[in-house]
Each structure stands twice: as structure tokens, then as C-alpha cells.
């Protein structure tokens, strides 16, 4: 089993930045993707930046040059920088650990972004 867990996340004003971070721990193995995803209500989650462990990045159209995601192997932890937040990227920010066809999901960070 792998647990991931998230901190991070708050209120913040349009145009501002957040840093999330996310830290797994358990039976983690050294090749795996990383990610982020995001549920907003009444929405379906969404991927919002992944990573491999050879740091192979992928980003939803939506957040790319906003966004960076980047990783700490030594720490199997991810980080999802944030900035020239949106209102639209309000959601619940998900972490995401895939490895060997299995994935482990963090509880949840609220991000919220309003004025």
C-alpha cells in the first residue's frame, strides 16, 4: 500500500500562486508517474500535471505556463507550483501516485481562488 499526503492548499486572490505538495510513503517503487488532479463541483476529476520518475511532464492545456509540476525522487514527494491563478482553477486538488497498473490517491486539498 502507498499513502500520499497533500498540504498546501487555500484561499488565494486571482493572480496569486500556491504551492501544493504531496509526500508518499509505504511500498513506493522507484518507477512510477506522479500527478495532480482537480475536481471542481459538480465536475469530473481532471488530470492536471503528471510527472515521471525520469521527470517526463505532461500538462492540461488549461494550466500550461502557469503551472509547473516537479518531483524530489529521493522523497517521493511532488509539488505543483501554481501561479496566475484563475477562478476557473478552483477545485479540490488530488494527488496521484501510478505505479505496476495500480493507483494510490492523497484525501483532497481545497484550492480556492477568489477575490
Known amino acids: 500500500q502507498v499513502q500520499l499526503v497533500e498540504s498546501g492548499g487555500g484561499l488565494v486572490q486571482p493572480g496569486g500562486s500556491l504551492r501544493l505538495s504531496c509526500a508518499a510513503s509505504?511500498?513506493?517503487?522507484?518507477?512510477?508517474?506522479m500527478g495532480w488532479y482537480r475536481q471542481a463541483p459538480g465536475q469530473q476529476r481532471e488530470l492536471v500535471a503528471a510527472?515521471?520518475?525520469?521527470?517526463?511532464?505532461n500538462y492540461a492545456d488549461s494550466v500550461k505556463g502557469r503551472f509547473t509540476i516537479s518531483r524530489d525522487n529521493a522523497k517521493n514527494t511532488v509539488f505543483l507550483q501554481m501561479n496566475s491563478l484563475k477562478p476557473e482553477d478552483t477545485a479540490v486538488y488530488y494527488c496521484n501516485i501510478r505505479q505496476l497498473y495500480s493507483d494510490y490517491w492523497g484525501q483532497g486539498t481545497q484550492v480556492t481562488v477568489s477575490s
Open positions: 509505504g511500498r513506493v517503487f522507484s518507477i512510477n508517474v
Open positions: 510527472i515521471s520518475s525520469g521527470s517526463s511532464t
